[in-house]
């Protein structure tokens, strides 16, 4: 009996291969994305803590100074917050991307896996067929054997 080959196996192989690769990428996006959500949490929470002691310091009385330097941390605080942003939006957008070409990937793969399952149902039944035509010779050639000598 002969082995089930599937022809397409080294392609299949090399899609299995190829969409691993790029579900890594897209995981390794979706840490990139997480870290900057982390940074731009953090910038928020030292933006209000910053906002808060500056609104105490101005009710108790600050200097000129002092305020300034207040206002400053600020800007550079909504500066930060605004680069963290388009940070985000970019790697959402590489996401986006990379979700796509794994979308696209996985149907190939599915699309040779179905094709695998289709050639392997196709060679259970030549071999069932096989077997039933030895089998079937056997039986004559065994009836010829016992009505013939």
Known sequence: MK?????????LSYKDQNLENEMMILAAFKKQLQEEQKRLSALKIDRENCNHNFEKK??????????????????????QIK???????????????????????????????????????????????????QMEEFIVTAKIMNNGF
Do not use: W
């Open 3 to 11: 082995k089930f080959e599937f022809h397409l196996a080294k392609l």
């Open 58 to 79: 101005m009710s108790m009385g600050i200097t000129p100074e002092s305020c300034q330097v207040y206002l400053r941390y600020m800007t550079y605080l909504n500066d």
């Open 83 to 133: 680069i963290i942003v388009k940070k985000i939006l970019a790697i959402a957008e590489k996401i986006d991307g990379q979700i796509e070409i794994v979308k696209n990937l996985k149907l190939e793969t599915r699309s040779l896996e179905i094709i695998k399952e289709t050639r392997y149902n196709e060679y259970k039944k030549e071999m069932v067929k096989e077997s039933e035509k």
